[in-house]
């Protein structure tokens, strides 16, 4: 195993953002993220093919062009993992650089279809913060949305992430001071 330096651990903080630590979300703020990404017919025929996805709505062209009015309109439907795993790229920047784990995902819904050539945006809401077990991190929920081009919302999910706090030295609540915030509007 690939063991760092005592220094490096010292030198980390360089490395990430200094604006999205615990302490810097706020329950009922909405971050835009400011990237999008377009996802090429390339990267939606290999991914849907490296994940063994055999839903041939994702590869099949000839099946989606005799039936266009259940195929939507003849056109090939991106693999929902994968507008799932752009989007939550798009917002990692700004919401999980100083992650420590990804706890859960849930409440998702793909709300439209994303086709090749379709340009993904990503939202993040802050639903709740709480503390953790551990003393150096908390957990924040988030409601992530992905847009598309034409501002339709296409992907909607809930995640729950373990977000470092700044140094203990620098925060003195860092070991449990945060009580648990919820959204007023009972998200």
Do not use: W
């Amino acid at each position: 195993m690939l063991e760092r330096p005592p220094e490096a651990s010292k030198t980390d903080a360089h490395l990430t953002r200094g604006d999205n630590y615990f302490e810097d979300f706020v329950v009922g703020d909405t971050l835009v993220h400011p990237r999008g990404r377009t996802l090429s017919e390339a990267e939606h025929m290999m991914l849907t093919n490296m994940v063994l996805n055999t839903a041939q709505l994702h590869f099949n062209q000839a099946m989606c062009e005799e039936s266009p009015d259940a195929y939507f309109a003849g056109r090939r439907v991106v693999y929902g993992g994968l507008v799932l795993a752009f989007v939550a790229g798009l917002a990692s920047e700004e919401t999980t650089e100083n992650a420590l784990a990804e706890l859960s995902m849930d409440n998702g819904r793909h709300l439209s279809p994303v086709f090749a050539g379709d340009t993904l945006f990503a939202e993040s809401t802050v639903l709740q913060k709480r503390d953790s077990d551990l003393p150096d991190a908390g957990v924040v929920r988030f409601r992530l949305i992905g847009k598309n081009q034409r501002g339709e919302t296409v992907l909607e999910i809930d995640r729950e992430v373990l977000i470092k706090r700044r140094q203990r030295s620098a925060h003195p609540d860092a070991g449990g001071g945060e009580q648990e915030q919820e959204d007023q509007r009972g998200e």
